[in-house]
């Protein structure tokens, strides 16, 4: 087998927990940009706004609406796909454990996209507006959006991993004895 092959053998679950993690955050993020950016048209907040009580109710519902899209997403790309024991379990059982640890993220995605994008535009207030592609885009709102997701993918594959998709001790043994020859070996 390739060296290739035999890394992505080896290392399976967590290549595609990052390649399923970059599709989550991409469809989250094609959805808070959906609802962020025509509802501050809608409302009439200027794009290099990133305060006051119009933005911050539409800023949250943004939040909130890609967090539900995102974790839908996931959950069932990491069932079928990412973790290979994910559908030993009851959905209904592993669904609102999952969603309870991406509620803990998304309390982080929100503090830190929302501080974020606040600091940074205090720092680089000229990338609160910037021009590309025909429009005018808050590049501090984005580069603090892609901090917080570097963070979240992170706790989330540790909480999916250990609490929502875990191994079970009948499970545990059986690859033990498979991996050793069929005597099995005491847990480390």
């Known amino acids: 087998m390739s060296r290739i092959g035999e890394f992505a053998r080896k290392h399976r679950e967590i290549l595609l927990y990052l390649l399923f993690g970059v599709l989550t955050t991409l469809v989250g993020w094609a959805v808070y940009f959906a609802v962020l950016i025509p509802g501050k048209r809608l409302l009439g907040i200027p794009v290099e706004e990133t305060g006051g009580g119009k933005y911050l109710a539409l800023y949250t519902?943004?939040?909130?609406?890609?967090?539900?899209?995102?974790?839908?997403?996931?959950?069932?790309?990491?069932?079928?796909?990412?973790?290979?024991?994910?559908?030993?379990g009851n959905p209904l059982r592993q669904l609102p454990v999952f969603a309870g640890g991406r509620l803990a993220t998304l309390g982080l995605d929100y503090l830190v996209t929302y501080f974020g994008a606040r600091a940074l535009s205090a720092l680089f207030p000229s990338l609160n507006s910037a021009e590309a592609f025909g429009r005018e885009w808050n590049l501090n709102e984005i580069a603090a959006k892609i901090v917080a997701a570097v963070v979240v993918i992170v706790s989330n594959y540790f909480f999916s991993k250990f609490l929502v998709f875990r191994r079970t001790k009948g499970k545990d043994a059986e690859d033990n004895g498979k991996e050793n020859g069929g005597e099995e070996r005491p847990p480390v």
């Open 61 to 88: 519902a943004a939040q909130v609406i890609q967090w539900v899209a995102a974790v839908l997403f996931a959950f069932f790309t990491n069932r079928k796909w990412v973790f290979e024991n994910g559908k030993e």
